[in-house]
């Protein structure tokens, strides 16, 4: 049973516009979300995060937006830049659970063409 | 610089040998993870530790032993009994009794274990 899902295995977009990774998760006690970001062969490195009583988080370039009713969050990168390409990973965590154990989405690969 | 050391970056193993990777980290993290990535699954958490110790199994345990004699040190070891080890392996520790949301895990940068 898959509670942080990512339907998007790959997604293309051209340097400069906006890129959209998106996620949804099924269990209602998650309380945090984040993003990783993966090149390969190298480990995961955060990217952002943004609790459950937020819906919008922005660094930068990069905005995730949270819609708790849809149980949904997306990750907006604008302008994407061709350094961005790599598998980004949606996370979430429920904070109350004692174990501090992330569960991971599939992750979606970005590919930026300059 | 604080961060976590996994070693070695590549290892190859004959079939129906143990295996051990090493993971170390010097940020003071209480909880240690091990997880293993798979083209097209994701991160699958192996074993996680939240004390010396003490650890707990994930969602795949099975063929895989670990162990916590010290803060800054979670070896993974591959057993016989798994029965598709070839994957990239990731450690992470966290705060672990201190959740923080800003930085979630810190990753280190895996190891590629190829059976051959």
């Known amino acids: 049973d898959q509670q942080v899902k990512q339907n998007s295995p790959s997604l293309s977009v051209q340097e400069g516009r906006i890129s959209i990774l998106n996620c949804d998760y099924t269990n209602s006690m998650f309380d945090y979300f984040l993003w990783y970001k993966k090149y390969p062969a190298e480990g995961p490195t955060f990217l952002i995060s943004?609790?459950?009583?937020?819906d919008k988080n922005e660094d930068g370039r990069f905005t995730v937006f949270l819609n708790k009713s849809a149980k949904h969050l997306s990750l907006h990168i604008v302008p994407s830049q061709p350094g961005d390409s790599a598998v980004y990973f949606c996370?979430?965590?429920?904070?109350?659970?004692?174990?501090?154990?992330?569960?991971f989405g599939k992750g979606t690969k970005l590919s930026v063409i300059p | 610089d604080g961060g976590i050391t996994q070693s070695p970056k590549y290892l190859f193993r004959k079939e129906g040998q143990n295996v051990t990777l090493s993971c170390e980290q010097n940020?003071?993290?209480?909880?240690m993870y091990w997880y293993r990535q798979d083209p097209g699954q994701g991160l699958r958490l192996i074993y996680y530790s939240q004390i010396v110790n003490d650890f707990q199994k994930g969602d795949i345990a099975e063929g895989y032993s670990v162990s916590r004699e010290k803060k800054e040190s979670f070896p993974l070891t591959v057993t016989s009994a798994q029965k598709n080890p070839t994957a990239f392996y990731l450690c992470?520790?966290?705060?672990?009794?201190?959740?923080?949301?800003?930085?979630?895990?810190?990753f280190g940068s895996g190891t590629r274990l190829t059976v051959v």
């Open positions: 940020l003071n993290h209480d909880a």
């Open positions: 996370a979430a965590i429920y904070s109350g659970a004692g174990s501090y154990q992330l569960t």
């Open positions: 943004i609790s459950s009583i937020k």
């Open positions: 992470a520790s966290s705060m672990g009794l201190g959740f923080s949301p800003d930085y979630g895990y810190t």
